[in-house]
């Protein structure tokens, strides 16, 4: 996921896609502890993803 693609969704939109890679990530760490781990990049794009998300969370003002 590009930077400009997180910057277009709203707060809403960040934090599901943010649960969403956090249970990917919890998949892929139960697969290489078991050694069924194929891409073994995907843990560190998916680690860089969730970094970015939370980066523009915290940088766009609450809605209040």
Known sequence: MKI???????????TDQLLSLKKEQFNLRFQA???QLEKTHRV???RRDIARIKTTLRAKPPLA
């Open 44 to 46: 560190e794009v998916v």
């Open 4 to 14: 400009d693609d997180v910057r277009r969704l709203t707060p809403d939109q960040l």
């Open 33 to 35: 502890a078991t050694g």
